[in-house]
């Protein structure tokens, strides 16, 4: 498949973006690592292509087009705003000890769209815009919120240390698992013996004894009692049709109040999704679906994926990004909602094309 043929893929689905009321932008390529590296932490390293300048200080590959694009919009975008783009992300690929016979790709071409707005109505309308461009290939549907996860691990029974370490390994499914298990056995009591010798390492004291003070607080906590660990596992394991999935979800909420706006607003979004003429039965609603999906999506997350192909990554990826956008309007003084996603035109041609 030459780069010409995915470019003609591409420019047909930022044709069809553009004709959805989005501006093209070309964010740079090489971006500062400064600002990846404080957004998605050091783990990037691993999967960026990073390099020094020695003027620009280090920089970066260009991993996604998100970063970039909502720097741009907070230094002038107005509100509402809708952004389009094709381009190369770059990303390393660990292909494990032996080469698969068909290895991802470390450089492939991105169609993205970005919609930055106060309406409650842009989950549905760039679900349903993703969805009507991709309708040719026949895929499959999924959708989830990290932002009802969010909620049910904010109303666990924990200290704010707990929880907050709960959150941080949300997107890693097993690291969370050992947390959440940890949290719910009682703790092994633990001592530290007072000591006249002086205090020895790179952290200053203070810091040292703050650290002694938390592990103290933390071993005097009580257990996460079985049933909220009940109620979570029953939530995370939810995978269904979205109006099946929603009735589960409306039961659980009983249990787990907290989740009630998320769920709300999931019955809102089928709502409009449907009378924007989609089949909601053909959407699969898998609870744990953004724990698979960038760290960033604090809020619904879509994809689309080939049947048939289970080796090769979803077609098209997306989902809401709030938090991200207001911390990175931090220095504008700018917060707004942001939701968006991106279309890999290479895996589309390969389906045939959007003819």
């Known amino acids: 498949m030459s780069k010409r043929e995915k470019q003609a893929i591409g420019q047909q689905i930022l044709a069809a973006f553009r004709a959805a009321g989005a501006q093209e932008v070309a964010p740079d390529l090489l971006l500062p690592a400064e600002t990846l590296l404080d957004l998605y ?5 691993a999967r960026a292509y990073v390099t020094q300048d020695s003027i620009r200080g280090e920089m970066m590959l260009r991993p996604d087009f998100t970063v970039p694009v909502v ?3 907070m230094q002038n975008g107005a509100e509402p705003a809708r952004y389009c783009y094709l381009g190369e992300v770059f990303r390393k690929q660990d292909h494990g000890e032996t080469q698969p016979e068909h290895p991802r790709d470390n450089e492939y071409l991105q169609a993205g769209f970005e919609l930055f707005a106060r309406d409650p109505d842009a989950d549905a309308e760039v679900f349903a815009l993703f969805h009507g461009v991709l309708k040719p290939l026949g895929l499959r549907a999924s959708m989830g919120d990290m932002d009802l996860l969010m909620d049910a691990v904010r109303a666990l029974p924990l200290s704010g240390a707990r929880r907050a370490a709960l959150l941080h390994h949300i997107w890693r499914p097993h690291r969370f698992a050992k947390a959440l298990a940890r949290f719910a056995a009682p703790c092994e009591p633990r001592t530290w013996a007072d000591s006249t010798a002086p205090w020895t390492g790179l952290r200053s004291p203070e810091e040292m004894q703050a650290r002694l003070d938390r592990l103290r607080a933390d071993a005097a906590e009580a257990p996460l009692p079985a049933l909220w660990v009940a109620r979570l596992e029953r939530l995370f394991a939810i995978d269904a049709p979205a109006p099946e999935a ?26 409009l999704l449907s009378a924007r003429g989609i089949d909601v039965g053909a959407i699969r609603f898998d609870a744990s679906h953004g724990r698979h999906t960038m760290e960033y999506y604090d809020g619904m997350t879509f994809s689309f994926t080939a049947p048939g192909r289970a080796d090769w990554p979803p077609v098209a990826t997306g989902g809401r990004y709030d938090a991200l956008a207001a911390v990175l309007g931090q220095a504008q ?19 045939g094309g959007l003819a």
């Open 41 to 45: 932490g050091e783990d990037i390293r």
């Open 71 to 73: 720097q741009m919009h």
């Open 246 to 271: 929603l009735r589960e979800l409306r039961g659980l909420a009983a249990d787990i109040p907290d989740i009630a706006p998320a769920v709300d607003r999931l019955e809102r979004n089928l709502g």
């Open 333 to 351: 003084d700018r917060a707004i909602p942001a939701v968006g996603g991106i279309i890999r035109p290479g895996l589309v041609h390969e389906l």
